[in-house]
């Protein structure tokens, strides 16, 4: 299932989607110059949301919580991150 692209709340992702993904930044090296927002650090986990792009068909991983603009707002590339668990909410 995808969902359009934007800066989620918790709040928001929960809505959408009854898991909340983790995830492990194993790379945070190669920060584009024109990146403007929130970047992660490599090591840290965070709680994410996993979104296929409707254009390209691939997978980004978007770090709830975080902000950035546009094009990608706070997606990254999956090489990025490892997963670390999903927890379902009830």
Known sequence: MSFPHSNLSWT???QRSPVLDYARCTDASGRPEHH???WPTEGEVYPVRLVQEAKTG???IYILGFSAEAPH???FAPHRFKMVC???LN
């Open 12 to 14: 928001d992702a929960i």
């Open 73 to 75: 707002f706070n997606g």
């Open 36 to 38: 403007q927002g929130d």
């Open 86 to 88: 999903s927890m379902w």
């Open 58 to 60: 691939t997978q980004m």
